[in-house]
């Protein structure tokens, strides 16, 4: 009955006239290749059938060609409200740390209302090295922006560094979260070793400049950077952000036009653009 199944579930078969019967069978099949495909194909329809959690949750944990189409589809599935239970259970308590991530990927695009409860385990996740990245990308995207959330993301971003203090300061950015939380995070990503980190913190300590004291302390490290920074994308935000800054003293001007003949065309145009709007 088995065999009988996957052949009327062929792949010639048009996927949106599969039963759910013939889909449960080719997310079954003993060949990854197979349940990869029926996996995708599910992600693409646009009125998939709405199969057991468990069956659809449990491709986390499949070969890597299967999980990584997995979390497409429950992205899809988590942003409906469904399967958040299995998802939390599988970060939670998976035995590897690929499944653990995948999960919480997938939480991050379900939403406040429904991944509200996951927000806990996420939290908890934090913790460990290996998750701590996906968790803060995750409680981002979420969007809980209660106490317990901001305070926990504050707390990592005070040691992080690289990637994970550039998400923890997306993060918190994207929570809402205000000056005095962010400010020392943008402080030290403006030190960090990682260009795309520097260049982030960089853009946010303009946003941040509401007065003119915090304008020309922004005016004076985008000068520096721009001046001296080896990262090219650092540069162009440096140039950027110039531009962008109200009343840019002679200084600023002079950095926008030596900018003109850096090595990077980017930092170039980026350096062009502000001197126009300057």
Known sequence: MFALAVWIAH???????RTADEWGALLRAPE?????????????????????????????TDAAVVRIESVALLSTVAAQGRCIDELTTVLEHAAEARPRI????????????NARRAVPTLVRALADSSLRNAAVVALGRIGDSS???????????????GETLGDVLAALLELGAGGEVVRPIVGRALADSLGTV??????ELGVMAATSTERAVA???????LRGDTDVEVRAASAQLLGD?????????????AALQDTSRRVRDAARAALRRG
Do not use: F, K, N, Y
């Open 147 to 161: 106490a317990t959330v901001r305070e926990a993301l504050q707390h990592l971003g005070q040691g992080a560094r």
């Open 11 to 17: 792949p010639e078969t048009p996927p949106d006239l």
């Open 245 to 257: 800054l109200p009343g840019s003293e002679v200084e600023a001007t002079a950095a926008m036009r």
């Open 219 to 225: 005016m004076r490290q985008a000068i520096a950077m």
């Open 32 to 60: 990854a290749s197979v349940r990869a495909d029926a996996v995708h194909d599910l992600a693409e329809l646009s009125s998939a059938p709405a199969l057991p959690c468990d069956l659809l949750v449990a491709h986390l």
């Open 102 to 113: 995948a999960a919480a990927q997938v939480l991050g695009a379900a939403g406040t209302t």
């Open 198 to 203: 520097r260049a982030a913190a960089l853009t």
